[in-house]
């Protein structure tokens, strides 16, 4: 019999709350920690550690009284990640992934370097910068902040000069990427297990709305060939980014060509649907890997349509029929506000163009 064990989770959203649901299923007990008392994890976790993420007594518990420690969202400051290591902490997943993925010019030259398409780019710090960028690239560009935007926040689509100039430029770097005029959006979730063993998820199709991942369609209605190029891309970049534990991985599609567009190392909003559809859900294998079990073949049981719950659906929630194929998950977030992801419905069923009609009628 498998000794229980203790995770520790830096972090306490939505996502700590699905991996601590896991861990209670394997008899695992958690303790997370998160600044803000209401935090959704709290449903979940054995317990939680009201704290800032740099409180030191709160990293020290961590560090003796867990077996290993993950996290749940990038922007974990690295001193963190040393603070805990420098304290006996077992974190396989280290500062690298952060490193890379809390900026958007070292993440795309990371995965540049090893051969994987991105979009063209430029670095760009103030509006001279940004015009001469503008000029090697040619419109229409994108630009982005290089850390902390999410959600298509911190991005302005930039068609003229005049687009630049509207932009309030702080003292901060940003990217300015040229668009891919692409047919669709796909991610794959990786994960690597520390003891090696390397899986990936089935691709999803990902459909935004104002910059918020609003569905995720599986399988994505692309190619084999494609979605097995899309899998090897991904398991190249934990490879030969030596990158331990999950990464969802998001990618455009243009003709045959696949470019990267981000990554985040942890589970994501776009493999929700691995929690009915497959025989492992992310957060089950996440948990494998970090404990360095060997990771088993995942399996698309049934194709899935995810469908983002925002605060704006309150009212509709209410009223949602459920039934062996519409699986419902709510975080427990204490107050449903406009763009804020309350939950997900997991449609699931044979016919997919079904699937995606019953999520356009939520
Ligand atoms: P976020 O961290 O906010 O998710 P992304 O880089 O994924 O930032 O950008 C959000 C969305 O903006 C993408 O899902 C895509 O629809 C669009 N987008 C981003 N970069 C590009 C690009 N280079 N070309 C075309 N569309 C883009
Ligand atoms: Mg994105």
Redesign the pocket.
């Known amino acids: 019999m498998k000794k229980s064990k203790k995770i520790g989770i830096l972090g306490g959203g939505q996502l700590a709350k699905m991996l601590c649901d896991s861990a209670k299923h394997m008899g695992y007990t958690t303790v997370i920690l998160d600044p803000n008392p209401d935090s959704c994890g709290r449903l979940s976790s054995t317990e939680h550690l009201v704290q800032k993420y740099v409180d030191k007594v709160s990293l020290k518990k961590i560090c003796k009284e867990t077996d290993v420690i993950t996290y749940e969202f990038e922007n974990i400051p690295s001193e963190v990640i040393r603070y805990l290591k420098e304290n006996g902490g077992n974190i396989p997943q280290g500062e690298k992934p952060l490193f890379l993925s809390q900026h958007r010019i070292r993440e795309k030259s990371a995965v540049s370097k090893i051969g994987v398409r991105t979009?063209d780019f430029e670095k760009v710090v103030n509006l001279e910068t940004a015009k001469s960028a503008l000029k090697i690239l040619g419109a229409p560009c994108?630009l982005?902040t290089c850390s902390g935007?999410?959600?298509?926040?911190g991005?302005w689509k930039i068609l003229e000069i005049k687009d630049l100039e509207c932009v309030r430029w702080r003292n901060i770097e940003y990217i300015l990427?040229?668009?891919?005029d692409?047919e669709m959006?796909v991610s794959c979730l990786v994960v690597r297990g520390t003891n090696g063993d390397v899986v990936t998820f089935p691709i999803g199709e990902n459909e935004?709305k104002n910059?918020i991942l609003n569905k995720t369609i599986v399988p994505a209605r692309v190619s084999e060939e494609i979605q097995n190029k899309v899998r090897e891309l991904s398991e190249k970049i934990v490879k030969k980014l030596d990158i331990y534990g999950p990464l969802g991985i998001?990618y455009?599609i243009k003709n045959e060509n696949i470019y990267f567009?981000?990554m985040a190392p942890r589970p994501h909003n776009s493999a929700h649907y691995t929690m009915d559809a497959c025989n492992y859900s992310q957060f089950d294998i996440h948990l494998l890997a970090i404990l360095g079990e060997s990771l088993p073949e995942i399996k698309l049981i049934t194709p899935v349509v995810m469908l983002n719950v925002m605060g704006e659906d309150s009212k509709k929630i209410e009223k949602i029929k459920l039934d062996e194929e519409t699986k419902l998950h709510i975080y427990g977030k204490t107050e449903w506000k406009k763009d804020r992801k309350m939950g997900h419905i997991n449609y699931c069923g044979q016919n997919i163009e079904g699937l995606i009609k019953r999520a356009n009628s939520f």
């Open positions: 979009a994108i982005k935007g999410y959600d298509g926040k991005q990427e040229k668009m891919v692409f959006e935004h910059g998001e455009f567009n981000e």
